[in-house]
């Protein structure tokens, strides 16, 4: 069955939302490399630990900065591990301890962070800073402490990971295209494409593009490249195309960006990710494409170079992973009959909303804690005078003729990556539409328009189906009826608003779960996503929302079945990391 999750954009934000991008790359240098020296590969990587004490998180081992540090439980059983992001090889260690050392300890690698090889041990570490010789090879690094030297913990400034091979191990390459500016034979700059210029291939942002031009452009062939700055060994090219893909086309390097040679050849490209394993030597990196997909031109949301030389920027370090064991944001709704939402943690969106709804929110009139620990959106039959909606088939009114509640974290709390799950009892009847779901913080934060934010859907109900919820994902090459999602529906055909459930979602760099009531009912593999559907646009801050819809395009208006007031239950609302 198909997901049917909807836009959810907030009308009067869809103004703002047209204005550009606001945010700028922040580059800087890299420097030089030695030949064959030792390289640092863990900074700014994820890191993740088996304790925290206090402020003294993972990251802080690996943020290249002697004054912060991670620092454990005070028991000895406790690791930190770093995600070096693809298969490593690992030449040496450096162990920059505080004086909470280890005396006893192993390292470890592993290609899965769940098998793990000792690379070295010893029960006679001798604190300071270790640099320790080491062979092997993982996607994973672990300190895996097994005897204290001190009461407190373990605690490290610095757990520094290098490779030694100067970068000809396979898997030892990086991204060498991050924050060039590229060429193009044209490019697409008007009100229907949004930032298309080249360097939107390079930026690392999967919800950006490069699209060739509708004047001129759309004919064969079409092509962009990259300027690496140096000269560069490339062994991989990631191709994350738009529907508008080529079915045949050359990747060419050249030394002086003139005179081309060609690493590989294909007439049966398959759009969507390409990840294409090549060999060559070069400066200027450059898709030659002879044959279109279809009737418009070429569109690439990222087009990856990697390899060893060139002028690599350093791209900024991605989230680390949850370990889904730490709550970050609970909110058990346990305050007095009639209080409103907690204003440290939930604020109330008002006005009319998108989709073409029918309700008013208020200003908390319609959210209240209910004193029996639960939280309430109740929509009503109510008329907002002044305001404007569309036509309300039951009065024929065009002022708002319902009022409810929607609640955002915004500005309070905002996270990537994390298992949050909610107990929620729905609303029923023809016409309403609960939802429980979250919105990139950049919609906000930099006026990005929807979807290119990301948009995840937990939970949505409607009315007319009292029996099945959805859960879906919607992104700019997946959204509104399109999106990626799945529905669920109970056993024995039993109503949803009859009774309180649990919707969650455990969300990391790998993927997403979804679960009603512990029963997985949709699963989003990102690289199957990204191979089937388009970009995962879900590796930045989210924020939670919370929102009882009265009509809109999905759900219908209410009609004389639809009974008010419905009230939207909460229980709890809870994130971990
Ligand atoms: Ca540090
Ligand atoms: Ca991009
Ligand atoms: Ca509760």
Known sequence: MEARGTPRLRGALAVMAAVALLFTLSVALAPERAAAAARLVSQGKPATASSTEALFTAPSAVDGDTSTRWSSAFTDDEWIRVDLGASTSIGQVVLNWEAAYAKGYRLEVSDNGTDWRTIHSTTTGPGGVETLTVSGTGRYVRMHGTERAT?????????????????????????LSYGKTGSASTSQHDGTCWECSPEKAFDRDPA????????GGWTDPGWIAVDLGARAEIDRVVLQWDPAYARAYRIEVSDNGTDWTVIHETTTGTGFKETLN???????????????????????????????GGAPVPAPPLPADPTYDRLVFSDEFNGPAGTAPDPAKWVPETGTGPNNELEYYTNNKNAAQDGNGSLVLEARREETPGSACPPDPLSGSTTCQYTSARLNTYGKFQFTYGRVEARIKVSGTQGLWPAFWMLGADYFDQGRPWPYTGEIDIMEHVGKEPNTTYSTLHAPAYNGAAGYGAPYSL?????????????????????????????????????????????????????????????????????????FPQKMSIDYVKVWQ
Request: glycine share 12%.
């Open 491 to 563: 056993p024995g055909g039993a109503n949803f608003a009859d009774d309180f459930h649990t919707f969650a979602v455990d969300w990391n760099s790998e993927g997403m779960t979804f679960r009603v009531d512990g029963n997985v009912t949709h699963t989003v593999d990102r690289e199957e996503l990204e191979s089937t559907r388009g970009p995962w646009v879900f590796d930045h801050d989210f924020f939670l929302i919370l929102n009882n819809a009265v009509g809109g395009d999905w759900p219908g208006p209410p009609d004389a079945t639809t009974r």
């Open 208 to 215: 950006s593009r490069w699209a060739t031009s509708p004047e």
């Open 151 to 175: 009461p407190w913990g373990y605690s490290l400034h610095e757990f520094q990971i290098y490779t030694t091979t100067g970068g000809t191990a396979p898997g030892d390459d990086v991204l």
């Open 278 to 308: 090549v060999s060559g030597t070069g400066r200027h990196v450059r898709l030659y494409a002879t044959q279109r997909s279809g009737e418009y031109g070429y569109s690439l949301w990222e087009f990856q170079v990697w390899g060893t």
